[in-house]
């Protein structure tokens, strides 16, 4: 995406603009905020990786563990049980208060059925969906950049590396993928954990750990498809 991509939504230019759902294109790791840890726990592992451009922590959800693959029951119809903001924005972009959309995005490729606003001009359902979804990422940034800033200020993110071995003899080795140090916490001094529980990291972190159990459903998961095949 570039600057010269971008258009600014209105009503006029995009009325009969049609877009693609969630489902096209839906990577197999997507960022998260902090509001969405526990929802997105419930059906995905979470993991901090780090921007290869600026080094700096971000958390994600695996939905496979490989590019192109989706082993989240659901994820590959756009209907799982947890569908993060940053997908539900494909293509919709902040520009200064306005929202942009960029019209070389797969999400706008040739075929679309959903449209962006109404005979009237009004935005539909779908397209306030969106809107509503950029606002919680707005707001949800700085708390999740507060939240890893304070993770790693306590050096409680330590790397995970997950080695997979599948019934098809292919074994599977992921690197970069960071986790909650349980050592570290319990080594916390009491006041870093009260601290920690009153502004709800320790919440978020324990989540981050514990989501952990989903990488076994996962295995399962691309198991059973292997035996389908």
Same mark, same amino acid.
């Given at each position: 995406?570039?600057?010269?991509?971008?258009?600014?939504?209105?009503? !006029?230019?995009?009325?009969?603009?049609?877009?693609?759902?969630?489902?096209?294109?839906?990577?197999?790791?997507?960022?998260?905020?902090?509001?969405?840890?526990?929802?997105?726990?419930?059906?995905?592992?979470?993991?901090?990786?780090?921007?290869?451009? !600026?080094?700096?922590?971000?958390?994600?959800?695996?939905?496979?563990?490989?590019?192109?693959?989706?082993?989240?029951?659901?994820?590959?119809?756009?209907?799982?049980?947890?569908?993060?903001?940053? $997908?539900?924005?494909?293509?919709?972009?902040?520009?200064?208060?306005?929202?942009?959309?960029?019209?070389?995005?797969?999400?706008?490729?040739?075929?679309?059925?959903?449209?962006?606003?109404?005979? $009237?001009?009004?935005?539909?359902?779908? %397209?306030?969906?969106?809107?509503?979804?950029?606002?919680?990422?707005?707001?949800?940034?700085?708390? %999740?950049?507060?939240?890893?800033?304070?993770?790693?200020?306590?050096?409680?993110?330590?790397?995970?590396?997950?080695?997979?071995?599948?019934?098809?003899?292919?074994?599977?080795?992921?690197?970069?993928?960071?986790?909650?140090?349980?050592?570290?916490?319990? #080594?916390?001094?009491? #006041?870093?954990?009260?601290? $920690?529980?009153?502004?709800?990291?320790?919440?978020?972190?324990? %989540?981050?750990?514990?989501?952990?159990?989903?990488?076994?459903? $996962?295995?399962?998961?691309?198991?059973?498809?292997?035996?389908?095949?």
């Amino acid at each position: 995406m570039s600057e010269k991509t971008l258009e600014l939504l209105n009503d !006029t230019h995009h009325r009969d603009l049609r877009m693609h759902g969630v489902a096209a294109g839906h990577p197999h790791c997507v960022q998260l905020v902090i509001g969405e840890f526990a929802r997105a726990a419930a059906c995905c592992p979470l993991f901090f990786v780090k921007d290869p451009e !600026t080094g700096r922590f971000n958390v994600v959800a695996l939905f496979g563990f490989e590019s192109g693959e989706l082993l989240v029951e659901g994820a590959d119809r756009g209907n799982a049980p947890f569908v993060p903001l940053e $997908l539900v924005r494909q293509g919709f972009y902040t520009h200064g208060e306005h929202i942009a959309i960029d019209r070389d995005h797969p999400r706008f490729a040739a075929d679309g059925r959903i449209r962006l606003f109404d005979d $009237l001009g009004n935005p539909t359902d779908e %397209t306030q969906l969106i809107q509503r979804s950029i606002g919680l990422l707005v707001q949800g940034r700085p708390a %999740t950049d507060s939240f890893i800033e304070a993770m790693v200020r306590l050096r409680l993110v330590e790397q995970f590396n997950i080695s997979l071995s599948f019934d098809d003899g292919k074994t599977l080795t992921l690197d970069g993928l960071y986790t909650i140090s349980l050592d570290s916490l319990h #080594a916390l001094p009491d #006041a870093d954990i009260i601290r $920690l529980f009153r502004n709800g990291y320790l919440d978020a972190a324990m %989540t981050i750990q514990s989501s952990r159990q989903q990488i076994a459903l $996962l295995a399962h998961r691309r198991n059973e498809r292997l035996v389908d095949a």
